[in-house]
Nanobody, 122 residues
């Protein structure tokens, strides 16, 4: 019933830009927090950026100044604008949301998207 779908990944050369989008769907009442995580081969999944329902943002030190997270509460979407990409940004990027939704009854969910591949070449 509740799904997160990412889009916008792909192959880009170092110094280029990509914009990732994530759309939440289902019988959603509200979304508290949304964020982007990434996982490179052989490494742990790490938080890249997050944004609260009120618009407060947080970024990993490695992407601060290069990436920007934003959300559209009316559309239940979150976007990650990635500029000045580096080869070390290569990873699968996952959208995450903590939200209140109804299947049979309303409850809180922690939901993940399937992931989208970002590859940055030298």
């Amino acid at each position: 019933q509740v799904q997160l779908v990412e889009s916008g990944g792909g192959l880009v050369q170092a110094g280029g830009s990509l914009r990732l989008s994530c759309a939440a769907s289902g019988n959603i009442f509200s979304i508290n927090d949304m964020g982007w995580y990434r996982q490179a081969p052989g490494k742990q999944r790490e938080l890249v950026a997050s944004i609260t329902s009120g618009g407060s943002t947080n970024y990993a030190d490695s992407v601060k100044g290069r990436f920007t997270i934003s959300r559209d509460n009316a559309k239940n979407t979150v976007t990650l604008q990635m500029n000045s990409l580096k080869p070390e940004d290569t990873a699968v990027y996952y959208c995450n949301a903590y939200l209140l939704a109804r299947e049979i009854a309303y409850r809180f969910y922690t939901t993940w998207g399937q992931g989208t591949q970002v590859t940055v070449s030298s």
